[in-house]
C-alpha cells in the first residue's frame, strides 16, 4: 500500500486511510491519496476516503466496489478465482459480465452492429476494431520500421519479424 500523493509506503490499508486523513485531507487538489481518485471538493473527499473503510471496501487493494457482488468478485480476482461458470462449456469467468458476453457465443446473439456494412459483433469492443477497417485508422505503430497496425496483435506479430 503506498500513498498516491506522497509516495509514502503503508503496511495495510487502515495506515494508509490514516494517513489521508491526517496529512491529505485539505489539500488543494483533493486527489485521494488512497486509490489516486480526483474529487471536487474536500468534503468529497473527506466521504471518498471514508468509503475505503466500508463494507465494499477490498482489504487486499484498497478499491471501492459499487456492491458486495463486485467486492466478492474482486476479491476472488486477487486470489486467481473465477465465480462463474459457463453451464453449456465449461468456461469460468471472472465477472458475471463476462459470462454473459462469453454466453453469446453459443446463443449466436450479436447486439453490435455496423453502421456501415450492417456486419455485428457479440462484444462492443469487436465493433470498434471492426470501424478501424473502414476509416482506415491504424493506431499500433511499429517503433522499428514505422509501419501501422489495426490492432495490437498484428503488431506483435510483425515485431518477431525484426528478430
Known sequence: FHCHLCDK???SNQ?????AFRFHSRSADVLCAVCGKTLESTENLIAHINSHQGPKCCQVC??????????KEH????????????????KECGRKGDLKIHMRIHTGEKP???SLCC?????????????RSHTGE???????????FLQSTHLKSHLGTHT
Open 9 to 11: 509506503p503503508f503496511s
Open 15 to 19: 495506515f494508509l486511510i490514516n494517513h
Open 62 to 71: 484498497g478499491k471501492h466496489c459499487r456492491s458486495s457482488s463486485s467486492l
Open 75 to 90: 476479491v476472488a480476482g486477487h486470489a486467481g478465482l473465477k465465480l462463474h461458470c459457463c453451464p453449456l462449456c465449461g
Open 112 to 114: 453490435f452492429c455496423c
Open 119 to 131: 456486419k455485428s459483433f457479440t462484444h462492443s469492443g469487436h465493433l470498434k476494431k471492426h470501424l
Open 138 to 148: 491504424r493506431p499500433h505503430r511499429c517503433s522499428v520500421c514505422g509501419k501501422r
